[in-house]
């Protein structure tokens, strides 16, 4: 089955398009790098000729309010709109847990505006939606931080590893359409100060982690249960301690 993953030569989507590669799939990497731009629509017509799935782990460089609605609604229409033309059968599309719940997010604003237009194109599709990745730990940091304290709201948080984010991905798109959203998240809750407080001493990182109850997230206030997804989540098995203790090169 030819699979088209948009974004392919990403985080996510370089080990999505291993892992298709592995179990027999002809699973295209499709980037900017590849000559295919979704929001220019350049090289989508070649590209998605012959494919049965598209899996859009795609990301916005910019998380400004206006680039990041532009980026996914311009590629994502753009891609939708070839994917019919093409005669593609499924639609997969990586979001994110908690991005119906984080309204005053632009960039959770912008993923909302994404879902919507996959569920009212008409074509067959999935929506994966996945909790914090734990590669994003010192992204995280880094956008709380004020001098050196980093400030962090106390409410839970279900992180995952990115390969199981890609293992759930890659079931998703060799299976049946869901029409719907399936949530994917790792085995286990921290306070999100605790996480991010234990992901910087395993760097080394001297910052001071400190439980702001009204720090935002990404211009986001956050309840308690923002970012953990409901009963019935895909769970992973990669716990954060265990990631921590591996090479670098192996994660």
Known sequence: MKIVVVGGTGLIGSKVVAKLREHGHDAVAASP?????????AGLTEVLHGASVVVDVSNSPSFEAAAVMDFFTRSTGNLLREEEAAGVTHHVA?????????????????KMAQETLIRESGLPYSIVRATQFFEFVKRIA????????????PVLIQPMAAEEVATAVSKIAVGAP?????????????RFDELIRQGLRARND??????????????????ERSLVPDAGARLGE???????SEPASQR
């Open 206 to 223: 001297p910052r001071q982690v400190v439980a702001d109850p009204h720090a935002r997230y990404f211009g986001a206030e956050l309840d």
């Open 238 to 244: 990669i716990r954060f301690h265990d990631w921590l």
């Open 142 to 153: 880094d956008e709380a931080t004020d001098g050196t304290t980093v400030r962090l709201p």
């Open 33 to 41: 790098d590849s000559g295919v731009n979704t929001l220019t629509g």
């Open 94 to 110: 990586l979001s994110v847990v908690g991005t119906d719940r984080l309204e005053s997010s632009a960039y959770m604003r912008a």
């Open 178 to 190: 869901v029409n719907g959203i399936e949530e994917v998240a790792g085995p286990e809750e921290f």
